[in-house]
């Protein structure tokens, strides 16, 4: 074990990725801690119902803002990898997407507020947080960049900082009893500080944004390589939000302010899955390069550190699901510990879900991403209706339970070309990761 320690320590390739996830992980866990204790103190000033309000607002606009995210950061960090030269036309046609994607989700929203015009204050609320996604765009160019380069510590340090103020103004809006709406105008300033530190940083470490070219040439070839993940993040996206739009519709808003305060703590760990991949992503691809053994040799060890990671969250929770929600949310949101415990185990999937969602982009089988995540969406929206009004917010968790079981593990293994990717699973899921805990033992984690 010494000799594998003596090992690690003097891996180049090593140091670099853990360097990179090290920032990553700082910034999440920060972050993990400061939102929930800043969240739960909104949540219980604002009470069920306008905390239910404010989640509904965002899970609205969450769906929207796939015309932003236009599911290409994996392809483009995928190019910036191996395109390392054209860079700056890369990050061109990257922004041109989300700039017409902006157009279009203005357009959308104005279709919204003609249709819920008798709910004035929803309204708002969706149009000031749909404003904020608008606004992070150049963050979101740069962002991916820094992926690619496997130095996101930069944007680690504007995320912190972001966290910092987001959380004070929270505070203060608290201690002056401030209006529904100033919570939602918090997301806007937010996002105008994320734009505005990340193009002070590009330009003292990088370049100026003004260096990136429109090649319509690339941006046809992002349009063409990236539907399919478009396609799938939008499926993906409403996948997510779907079941509190269904219960803020079907039930009330006191009911959707119980879930949504049960799923900010089971899903708030999923910042995990996200930081792991993302270092390692630039590492997948160069292994790919490399031959199969050595790529399947990585994506084994991806899979199997995040069912560890998330089984270990899952365990604990539902021992003590009850207990931690009375005692972090108060007596008002009583219910939403039977939705903790039961959603929490659907973490296990969306971790694996993530890992693979890296394997399919390494493969340019985003098509085939796309139908798991439509299928998960139909299960999803499917078993909601039956569920909901029979078992209410409970039969929402278990609908996103066998949902997401489905569209990230069973979906694999219906499809040919990604039952490689079912192997690797399940290898994970009944050998509880000893693939990975053994080849440590012996070799140490080797991500060149």
Known sequence: MTTNLKFLNNHKGFKKYFNNTSWLLAERV???????????YVARYLGPIDF???SYATSFVGILSIFIQLGLDGIVVRDLVNNPKIKDKILGALFTLKIFG?????GLLIIVSIIMKHESQITLLIAIIALSSILTIVFDVIRVNYEASVLVKYVSIIQMTQLVVSSILKLYCVAIGAHLLWFAIIY???TLLLSGLSIVIYRNKTGS?????VDWGIVKKLIVDGWPGFLSGIAGVIYMKIDQIMIGNMIDHNALGIYSAATRLSTAWYFLPMVIVTSLTPAIIKAK???SKIYYDRIQKLHDLLFIVAICIAIPTSIIGDTIVLYLFGSDYLGAGTVLVIHIWASIFVFLGVAGGRWYVAENLLVISFYRHLAGLIINITLNIYMIPKFGIVGAAISTLISYSFSSYIFDVIN????PLFIVKSKSLFFFGGYLIKDIYKNGLRFK
């Not at 920060?30 to 739960?40: H, N, Q």
């Not at 944004?209 to 070219?213: D, G, V, Y």
């Open 30 to 40: 920060l972050r993990l801690f400061i939102t929930l204790i800043i969240g739960l």
């Open 52 to 54: 239910g309000k404010l």
């Open 102 to 106: 902006s157009l279009i989700m203005v």
């Open 188 to 190: 806007v300033v937010d």
């Open 209 to 213: 944004i003004r260096s990136w070219k």
């Open 289 to 291: 390069q490399q031959g």
């Open 416 to 419: 040919i070309r990604s039952r």
